[in-house]
C-alpha cells in the first residue's frame, strides 16, 4: 500500500494491572489504513479493538513498536508537534454520545470547541463553519444553542460526528459508534458516515463487535483475538471464505444455529495468553503444533493475510462436520475488556 495514512508497526501494549499483573492487551499488531479506506476491525471483548483505537491516535504511548501518521513517526512525539503532526489531523468518534459530549457545553460551543483550540479562522468563520456542520449532519443549525440533554442518543450520536469532522480530519477512528443507539437509529448514523466519507474522502478505523455492520462500511477487514491479528484481507473475502478457525467462528454467526461454530470455553486473559497459537485452547482443529509454535501472518495468494498453521481447513462448509471444541486443558482466568 502506497503513502498509508496510518501505519502501525510491530505495536505492543502492555498495562500494569493489580498486585504486579502485567496485561498485555497487544502483541505485535501491524496494520495500515490507506488513505480513503476503511478498515474494519473486529473481535471479541478484550481482544483489544479500542486499545488499538486509542494507540493509533497517541492516546496511548505504545510499550514497543512505532505508530506512523501521514509520513511521520509519531511514536515518541509530544507536545505541540504531535498537536501539529496528529491531532488536528485525526478525531475519535465514541461509542456512548450521552457521555462524550460536555454536558456543561451548548452544542455550538462543542463544535467551536476544536476550532478555537487550533485557531481555526476568526470567530465568524467558526461560528459559519458550526452551523454549516450541524446541517451536513441533518441538524437544525438553531440547535446549537441547545444542552446535550435536549436532545435524543441519535442526535447526540450527529454531534459527534460533525464534532470528529471539525478540523476535515485524514483519519477518523470510531469505535462503536451505533452501539449504543437503536436499530433504526443506527441505519441513519452508518449512511451518514459512508456519505461523509465518500464527500471528503477521509479514512476509517472502524471498531465494532456487528459483523454486519463492519462488513457492509469496511474495504478490509482484520480480525483480532487476543491482542493479536489472525485475519486480515478484503471485507467480502474475508467473511464468505474465512481462513482462520476463529474467523469462521465469527462468520458462522449469521448462519442457523445447526451451522454455527461455538469455540470452546472464553477467551483466555491477556495476563496469562497460552503458549503457542492464541486460539488453540478453543479450537476445533488444534494440533499440538498449535500449543507450541506461534503462527505468524502469512500471505494466502489471495490479498489476504492469515496467522495460522492450518489455513483454510475449517471452512464454513467444513465447520458443520467438525465436534464440538475441546475446553481448555487448564482453567484460565476470564478477560475483561481493557478499555
Known amino acids: 500500500m502506497s ?49 488499538i483505537g486509542r494507540t493509533a491516535l497517541r492516546l496511548y504511548r505504545p510499550t514497543a513498536g512505532s505508530v506512523h501518521f501521514e509520513g511521520h513517526d509519531i511514536t515518541r512525539m509530544h507536545g505541540r508537534e504531535l498537536g501539529r503532526v496528529l491531532r488536528r489531523r485525526s478525531a475519535m468518534i465514541f461509542q456512548n454520545p450521552s457521555t462524550s459530549l460536555n454536558p456543561a457545553l451548548r452544542l455550538a460551543d462543542t463544535l467551536d470547541e476544536p476550532l478555537r ?6 470567530p465568524a468563520e467558526r461560528r459559519s463553519r458550526v452551523g454549516e456542520a450541524l446541517e451536513r449532519v441533518g441538524l437544525d443549525p438553531a440547535m446549537g444553542s441547545r444542552y446535550p440533554k435536549e436532545l435524543s442518543g441519535g442526535q447526540r450520536q450527529r454531534v459527534g460526528v460533525a464534532r470528529a469532522l471539525m478540523l476535515n480530519p485524514a483519519l477518523v477512528v470510531a469505535d462503536e459508534p451505533t452501539a449504543s443507539l437503536d436499530v433504526s437509529v443506527q441505519a441513519q448514523v452508518v449512511n451518514l458516515l459512508a456519505d461523509l466519507q465518500a464527500e471528503r ?7 465494532s463487535h456487528d459483523l454486519a455492520l463492519v462488513r457492509h462500511l469496511s474495504h ?10 489472525v485475519e486480515i484481507g478484503p471485507a467480502a473475502d474475508v467473511f ?17 444455529a445447526s451451522e454455527r461454530v ?11 495468553p ?18 507450541t509454535e506461534r503462527p505468524v501472518l502469512q500471505p494466502t495468494g489471495d490479498g489476504r493475510e492469515v496467522a495460522c498453521h492450518f489455513a483454510g481447513e475449517l471452512t464454513l462448509t467444513t465447520a458443520r462436520e467438525q465436534p464440538a471444541a475441546p475446553p481448555p486443558p ?8 481493557l478499555v
Open 240 to 256: 464468505d471464505r474465512p481462513a482462520h478457525p476463529y474467523t469462521t467462528a465469527l462468520a458462522s454467526m449469521g448462519h442457523p
Open 117 to 122: 483550540i487550533h485557531r481555526a479562522g476568526t
Open 262 to 272: 461455538v469455540p470452546g470455553g472464553e477467551i483466555p486473559s491477556p495476563a496469562a
Open 201 to 207: 474522502g477521509f479514512s476509517y478505523l472502524f471498531i
Open 3 to 51: 503513502d498509508p495514512v496510518l501505519r502501525l508497526d510491530g505495536i505492543e501494549q502492555t498495562f500494569r494491572g493489580t498486585r504486579g499483573v502485567h496485561l498485555r492487551a497487544l502483541d505485535g499488531v501491524s496494520l495500515s489504513i490507506g488513505r480513503g479506506e476503511t478498515l474494519g476491525l473486529v473481535g471479541e471483548s478484550g481482544s483489544g479493538k479500542s486499545t
Open 330 to 337: 487448564l482453567p484460565l482466568p476470564t478477560a475483561k475488556e
Open 220 to 229: 478490509r477487514i482484520a480480525v483480532l483475538y487476543l491482542g493479536r491479528i
Open 274 to 291: 497460552p503458549p503457542g497459537c492464541a486460539f488453540h485452547p478453543r479450537c476445533p482443529i488444534a494440533r499440538d503444533r498449535c500449543g
